[in-house]
């Protein structure tokens, strides 16, 4: 009986703790901790690119290192030997792996 009683009270601070943590959270307010890859990229307008130039090595994380499903998904020809694609504020650097040299440059559809 006095254990039933500890678990209602337990259960019942519990509902009490959760209930406006999840308020908070669904709330309209700030969405800028949202999840997401855009989240965490840093910002490098594709006009600031060119082509011959290393891409700076907070670019070359795999956060934006495109697999092959994705830049087929955007119609990008197939990386030659020793490139990858790169995906940055949906913008598209073809890049050397071997350097960081940009060989190609497609913007995003903004």
């Known amino acids: 009986m006095k254990s039933q009683l500890v678990l209602s009270a337990i259960a019942a601070l519990l509902v009490g703790i959760s209930s406006p943590v999840l308020a908070q959270s669904n709330s309209g307010g700030d969405q ?3 999840t997401g890859r855009q989240q965490v ?6 006009n600031d690119w060119h082509v011959g130039q290393q891409v700076p090595s907070k670019y070359r ?3 934006f290192v495109m697999n092959s499903d994705s830049w087929k998904s955007h119609n990008l020809d197939a990386p030659k030997r020793g490139q990858q694609w790169l995906g940055v504020n949906g913008d598209y650097v073809l890049m050397t792996r071997s350097n960081g040299r940009i060989v190609k440059i497609v913007p995003g559809t903004q």
Request: charged share 0%; net charge neutral.
């Open 32 to 34: 800028s901790q949202g």
């Open 41 to 46: 990229m840093p910002t490098m307008p594709h």
């Open 61 to 63: 994380h795999y956060n």
